[in-house]
Nanobody, 125 residues
């Protein structure tokens, strides 16, 4: 059974930084893509970024390009989302998820099978 646990959320000021972690267990090799998603108050689930566990290639939604960076540590079965230059519109619950599909574009929630419980990020002065 695949399990994902997010951590690292919290309150940040505009322009600040946070690093989210997603620790995974129970993986099989066919689950190559790890994605980050977010759901802001009153809005739908949005794909933020994904990374390939095998080759480290990553993709980002336009609104976070240049500010957010995904990385992975396969030895720890953990992926990270470094979020810099945070904006109030980044406020959301952030979820990580995994998929058998390849990470070749901004992730789509329906393609991801296993999800973590989420971690809350609030950006406010």
């Amino acid at each position: 059974q695949v399990q994902l646990v997010e951590s690292g959320g919290g309150l940040a000021q505009p322009g600040g930084s946070l690093r989210l972690s997603c620790a995974a267990s129970g993986f099989t090799l066919d689950y190559d893509a790890i994605g980050w998603f977010r759901q802001a108050p009153g809005k739908g689930n949005e794909g933020v970024s994904c990374i390939s566990r095998s080759d480290g290639s990553a993709y980002y939604v336009d609104s976070v390009k240049g500010r957010f960076t995904m990385s992975r540590d396969n030895a720890k079965n953990t992926v990270y989302l470094q979020m810099n230059s945070l904006k109030p519109e980044d406020t959301a619950i952030y979820y990580c998820a995994t998929s058998r599909t390849l990470c070749t574009a901004v992730p789509v929630p329906g393609a991801y099978d296993y999800w973590g419980q989420g971690t809350r990020v609030a950006v406010s002065s």
